[in-house]
């Protein structure tokens, strides 16, 4: 009697077959002679080639090293995508660098692929680390910040008075592109994220630009704190004789129309007033600009309308379970939207007009439209194929409280009804605030220190590459 594997007795007849078995299997996973050469079907693909050394090679005692870039584990086998193949054009999309298969760090598998994760450079940024590491990289010296803040501190002047003549140029230009009418977009920047409900930056910065020109006429900076101060106080001791940058007390909210009212009134200094302007659907902004200046023309944003209604519809959809269905929201906003585009040039009441078709028109009723002539409803080029492509089954809304919220939302536009007629955009002061995010990122910390006066060299060296007609500091 024989033993198997477990220990188990078993006749010789049971284990010539299992034996036999195994042969069998081993056959089939082995199909070529151990010692066939390998066929190499693509000249990039090769085996590995490490360096062999017999017992004769070495003597006792003796020491070796192997190189550790030969191991090329990577190009060995078949991928479904050819990796050397591959390495040829990778490259950075940032700097377009070439990206190299020896600096790969690691792999992560997922079944048949894999990622490679390849040691490469981070855009910097624009502070003495950020600086440093960008050396570092290159293999040059560091420089020590305090020498770096000396510069800095040199051509903040020069750079600050290039930037206000840049604005002075841009302020007669607009005049003379805009027939005597100055026409701006204003708009105003935190350097942190609010999120919609977190106004508590220490700083904001805002800007005033042209319609016409596309270009920087007026900026202001706030900030609220000063490290130097806020150091002494905590002390109790006497505050040093210093350049502070602290120039506002009340809250980050409130910075946004006090700089509005400040670049305005330096523009009419200028002998620039301002007679139409561009901006959020702010109150109180709006409010203390006609409270200062009374002949000012104010504007509504289109993007900032269309989020102050989308953002009312979405405090409905907690009340009402349609208006969390897919699209359903969105398409009630483009309604609104396409009922006050199509009054751009008309008077306000046929906007109020066009205004009151919209709820009728989600509950199925398109008699106003027909009357109105509205060309954003395709019911009346084919009333029997008619279906709402954004609404639940292609039907119309059915719930009563919905529609009277609905019709309240409707009302508050009306009332407005004069400010929606010719909307402006703020688009490009959105653009200038983006460049000055990339020079002050605000994931970062500008500098305790000295915030307002760093923070202004950033502004101004945004403001000289949005004036300049290629984009580039002169």
């Not at 977009?185 to 596309?214: C, M, P, V």
């Not at 993007?303 to 989308?310: A, C, L, Q």
């Amino acid at each position: 009697m024989l033993r198997s594997k477990t220990g188990k007795f078993q006749s010789k007849k049971s284990f010539v077959k299992q034996f036999k078995a195994q042969e069998s299997r081993r056959n089939i996973l082995v199909s070529h002679p151990v010692d066939e050469p390998i066929t190499e079907d693509h000249n990039y693909v090769h085996a590995n080639t490490y360096p062999v050394f017999s017992d004769s090679d070495l003597e006792l005692g003796a020491s070796c090293t192997i190189d550790p870039s030969l191991n090329n584990d990577w190009k060995t086998g078949r991928r479904i995508v050819e990796l050397q193949a591959l390495a040829q054009q990778m490259f950075c999309t940032s700097c377009d660098a070439r990206l190299h298969l020896a600096d790969i760090e690691s792999e992560r598998r997922y079944g048949l692929g894999s990622i490679l994760f390849i040691r490469s450079m981070v855009h910097t940024g624009m502070g003495p680390v950020q600086i440093n590491n960008l050396l570092a990289t290159l293999n040059l010296p560091p420089v020590v910040p305090s020498t770096l803040k000396r510069r800095e501190q040199k051509i903040d002047t020069t750079l600050e008075t290039v930037a206000k003549k840049s604005c002075l140029e841009a302020q007669k230009e607009e005049i003379e592109k805009g027939n005597g009418k100055m026409e701006v977009s204003f708009d105003g920047g935190w350097q942190k994220r609010g999120t919609g409900w977190n106004y508590n930056s220490n700083t904001g910065h805002a800007s005033l630009i042209g319609k016409e020109t596309g270009k920087v006429l007026q900026f202001s900076l706030r900030s609220k704190s000063c490290q130097i101060c806020a150091l002494h106080q905590s002390k109790n001791h006497t505050i040093p004789v210093h350049e502070c940058s602290k120039n506002w007390d009340g809250s980050s909210k409130a910075m946004e129309p006090d700089m509005a009212i400040s670049m305005a009134r330096e523009l009419e200094e200028t002998g620039c007033a301002i007679d139409v302007i561009h901006g959020d659907n702010d109150s109180t902004t709006t409010s203390r600009l006609k409270a200062v200046f009374p002949s000012i023309e104010k504007k509504d944003d289109s993007n900032h309308t269309k989020k102050g209604i989308t953002s009312k519809l979405y405090k409905l959809s907690h009340k009402y379970k349609v208006l969390k269905q897919p699209n359903v929201i969105s398409y009630i906003g483009r309604c609104f939207m396409y009922a006050i585009k199509e009054c751009q040039t008309k008077e306000p009441e046929s906007l109020r007009k066009s205004l009151d078709i919209i709820v009728p028109h989600l509950y199925g009723d398109h008699s106003l439209c027909a009357s109105e002539d509205a060309t954003w409803c395709s019911y009346q080029k084919n009333p029997s194929q008619f279906r709402y492509r954004s609404l639940p089954q292609g039907k119309p809304l059915t719930c009563p409280s919905l529609q009277t919220d609905l019709k309240a939302i409707v009302n508050s536009q009306k009332d407005r009804a004069a400010c929606l007629t010719n909307l402006g955009s703020t688009q490009a002061n959105e653009n200038f605030n983006f460049i000055v995010s990339t020079k002050a990122p605000k994931n970062k910390n500008c500098s305790e220190t000295d915030v307002l006066n760093r923070l202004l060299l950033y502004i101004d060296n945004c403001i000289l590459v949005r004036n300049s007609s290629d984009g580039i500091i002169a």
